[in-house]
């Protein structure tokens, strides 16, 4: 039991102690302490490069205590606080040792480069953790980059005292290189509030990027900033301020507008700097003062320009549109706002009086026509003005070339189509035949005046793509109405099957009350009759023996007449004879007992399943009792049985005195029932009834 609980028990998240948090914070803390204290002791010539660092570390050492305090379960703060930490290492020791005698403390110059090189490192074990910290990659790449820091930071010592920072630089590329990739990998990945804060620090790395960009492009055109290392390092402020944002549950939101829209601001800036500084390399030489005033100017102009560009883009269309086309619409806007008007539901009728209304202010149309219909009958639909209703009837042959045809002019409709022209036989006309899947579903006519401007090939490719659409919406709507009638169809069927089986149930309990009713007033009678008469035997047979002979013999005749009760009351549950031999003989036999004159033609069929058989015989039973109880006198019936492929087909008809049936309200319940039966087993039921001429009635049931 005590291994079931267990197995049950939620599992426990390792955490780090509290004092973990704790102790990140102070390294944080003591990180910018020691940043300030070594502005303040750096010499006066260093003053404000070591300010500048100080503020830096000062940053990167806020972020990690508000991370830690925030998220002291997450292994990020501990980074960002070891981070913050080397920058201060570095900085105070750069300050002692420009103090010393010369600057050229060896051991001050040891530390300065190993904690500057160590610091890439630091960055790419920040970018494989995030968002949390957490190592998901082989400690081996992590553990081989600081090895190779350690490399990068004897080798730049041995170059004292003044260390190069291109060593770094190229180191910090690489460790950028192998982060950003494992952490683009990891955010493909990421769901949920994971995703989200990953997202706030691609925000920052854009925002970085694009600075550098900048100073990147002033430093080789314009000769500014002066100190690039320096800008760089500003860049970066914005990656600690994001991991402060993404470290709080409530600004944790949807930011993926934010940073698509930032990443594409970066990548424009980028193009304008690659295209200024192709220019500039195609000059063949250094831009003077002149020249880089003109540069920075007009990269500014650039910037603006590519900012600019989406939302000017928008008004400039319209106001050009209207300029060339004036109170028009451009010529494609019915073709372009017809997809986004079907996909809003709007009733057919409606649809099509839009697109009219919108073809005729496009193309600057005198009239524009929508004509609907099938099977070679076309009405007008719509039209803008209104003309009212049109009828344009097509043979097939006709059919088929309109619907075969593309856009076609006044010549082409005067053979095939002369009613459209009716009033207009100057004006200019375009026809587009809609078709879908080679069925002509409608026309779309454009007419202008005769003065107007002619059409244009653009205007036809217009109208015979619009054709196209409004095509694939009219034989939508049919499938529509297809699928409507035929779930009104199925619906019917329903409710016939429903009432039918009612029927059904209803019928099968008065036939068993009938038949207790039988059993009760006939053989039941008779027997309890023969049970008394017997014992009035027994006693007559010492006393009176001839009476008791006579008593007998007449108890041997009502013994009879109660076996042939059971044998027709049998017969009316199911024959013997049809379960027997079949039903042919079945019928010859309830032919003989008919209560009018009967032939019966059931040869060359075969024998069935039991359901098959008994449903035609009942029917065709029922069928000749309604014959006989209203045939008349002197009125014959027939009964035909026969084989058709896959199915068995009856009909029982007379000539009697028949019935109207326009003056019944509806069939009796024989015919109801009869239909019930053949219905049970898929087949189906006619009656054809005249007055003076009989009834036939006629089924089908099939085989399989």
């Known amino acids: 039991m005590t291994t079931a609980v267990d197995s049950l028990a939620p599992a426990v998240v390792e955490r780090p102690p509290a004092r973990a948090s704790v102790a990140n914070r102070i390294l944080a803390l003591g990180a910018a302490l020691a940043a300030v204290i070594s502005a303040a002791i750096s010499p006066a010539a260093h003053r404000v490069s070591g300010s500048g660092r100080a503020g830096m570390i000062a940053i990167w050492s806020a972020a990690a205590v508000v991370v830690a305090t925030r998220r002291p379960h997450e292994r990020l703060g501990r980074l960002l606080a070891a981070g913050a930490a080397l920058g201060a290492i570095a900085a105070f020791a750069a300050a002692a040792g420009a103090r010393s005698a010369g600057g050229t403390d060896a051991v001050a110059a040891l530390v300065v480069a190993g904690a500057v090189a160590m610091l890439p490192w630091v960055g790419m074990q920040v970018l494989l953790g995030l968002p949390d910290g957490a190592c998901r990659t082989r400690r081996a790449l992590i553990i081989t980059g600081y090895a190779a820091g350690a490399l990068v930071a004897l080798s730049i010592w041995t170059q004292r005292p003044n260390l190069p920072l291109w060593p770094v630089a190229l180191e910090a590329a690489v460790a950028a290189t192998i982060g950003l990739a494992v952490s683009h990998r990891h955010y493909q990945k990421a769901q949920g509030a994971e995703r989200r804060r990953m997202q706030w620090f691609g925000c920052a790395v854009a925002v970085g990027v694009e600075v550098s960009l900048i100073s990147l492009a002033g430093r080789l055109l314009v000769d500014w900033p002066s100190n690039g290392y320096a800008v760089l390092a500003v860049a970066t402020v914005a990656l600690p301020i994001a991991l402060v944002v993404a470290s709080t549950t409530r600004a944790v939101g949807r930011v993926d507008v934010i940073l698509a829209r930032t990443v594409s601001l970066a990548a424009v800036t980028a193009v304008v700097v690659a295209v200024f500084v192709v220019v500039v390399i195609g000059l063949g030489r250094t831009p003077n003062d002149h020249d880089r005033g003109v540069l920075g100017l007009s990269m500014v102009a650039a910037g603006v320009s590519a900012l600019l560009y989406l939302p000017a883009r928008e008004h400039l269309v319209r106001f050009a549109n209207r300029l060339a086309y004036g109170e028009r619409e451009p010529p494609d806007q019915a073709l372009r706002t017809f997809g986004s008007r079907l996909s809003r539901a709007i009733p057919l009728d409606e649809l099509l009086l839009q697109v009219a209304e919108s073809l005729r202010k496009s193309m600057g149309l005198a009239r524009a026509e929508v004509w609907t219909g099938a099977d070679g009958r076309l009405e007008r639909a719509v039209s803008v003005p209104d003309a009212g209703p049109a009828v344009v009837t097509l043979s097939h042959d006709e059919e088929a070339v309109v619907a075969r045809a593309g856009t076609s002019g006044p010549a082409w ?195 069935y399943t039991p359901e098959i058989e008994a449903a035609v015989y009942f029917c065709c039973l029922e069928a000749l009792q309604n014959a006989g109880k209203h045939a008349g006198a002197g009125a014959r019936a027939t009964v035909r049985v026969w084989q058709e492929e896959g199915a068995l087909l009856f009909e029982v008809a007379d000539d009697g005195a028949g019935f109207d049936p326009a003056a019944r309200s509806g069939l009796g319940a024989g015919f109801v029932n009869m239909a019930d039966r053949v219905g049970a087993i898929g087949g189906r039921l006619a009656v054809d009834a005249a007055l003076g001429r009989g009834v036939k009635v006629s089924g089908r049931v099939p085989l399989s």
């Open 413 to 607: 409709t005067r053979i095939w189509l002369p009613a459209l022209l009716e009033g207009r036989h100057d004006a200019g006309l375009r026809v587009a035949p809609v078709v879908h899947s080679g069925r002509l579903l409608g026309l779309i006519l454009a007419v202008r005046a005769s003065q107007g401007d002619p059409f244009r090939e653009e205007d036809e490719l217009i109208l015979a793509e619009l054709a196209r659409q409004v095509g694939l919406a009219l034989h939508n709507v049919h499938l529509d109405s297809a699928l409507e009638a035929t779930l009104d169809e199925v619906r019917r069927q329903a409710h016939e099957l429903q009432a039918s089986r009612a029927r059904i149930v209803a019928a099968s309990d008065a036939a068993r009350r009938q038949i207790e009713r039988d059993l009760h007033d006939g053989a039941q009678q008779h027997l309890v009759s023969l049970a008394v008469n017997l014992r009035i035997a027994r006693q007559l047979a010492e006393a009176d023996p001839p009476a008791a002979q006579a008593m007998l013999e007449q108890l041997g005749h009502d013994l009879q007449d109660a076996v042939q009760q059971l044998r027709d009351l049998a017969h009316g549950i199911y024959p013997p004879l049809l379960m027997d031999r079949g039903l042919a003989e079945a019928l010859s036999a309830a032919a003989g007992r008919a209560a009018i004159p009967t032939d019966v033609d059931a040869s060359g069929i075969a024998r």
